[in-house]
């Protein structure tokens, strides 16, 4: 059974700081594209980021410039690095690996952001 296993979540106050990971070592990580999504109530589950097998990243409009997703295949394991967080980005997030027809999900992590 594939498991992606999310960290780092947690409450902030506007304008700090959270790092998330994601880890497996139930797929072959270096050929997946790793992605973050995030759902905050009553909306629709949305693409923060995403990361390729090639290292191409791409990102939701709204988190451009404050975060970053990196990957280390060596430790299984995508990073969101997330800066100047707003009250907007109260949400569980997700991790997300996709390979062609193959779709995994982490089991989401809170993050709050909240004075």
């Known amino acids: 059974q594939v498991q992606l296993v999310e960290s780092g979540g947690g409450s902030v106050q506007p304008g700090g700081s959270l790092r998330l990971s994601c880890t497996s070592d139930?797929?072959?990580?270096?050929?997946?594209?790793m992605g973050w999504y995030r759902q905050a109530p009553g909306k629709q589950r949305e693409l923060v980021a995403r990361i390729s097998s090639a290292d191409s990243t791409n990102y939701a409009d709204s988190v451009k410039g404050r975060f970053t997703i990196s990957r280390d295949n060596v430790k299984n394991t995508v990073f969101l690095q997330m800066n100047s967080l707003k009250p907007e980005d109260t949400a569980v997030y997700y991790c997300?690996?996709?390979?062609?027809?193959?779709?995994?999900w982490g089991q989401g992590t809170q993050v709050t952001v909240s004075s």
């Open positions: 139930s797929i072959i990580f270096s050929i997946y594209a």
């Open positions: 997300n690996a996709q390979h062609y027809l193959l779709n995994y």
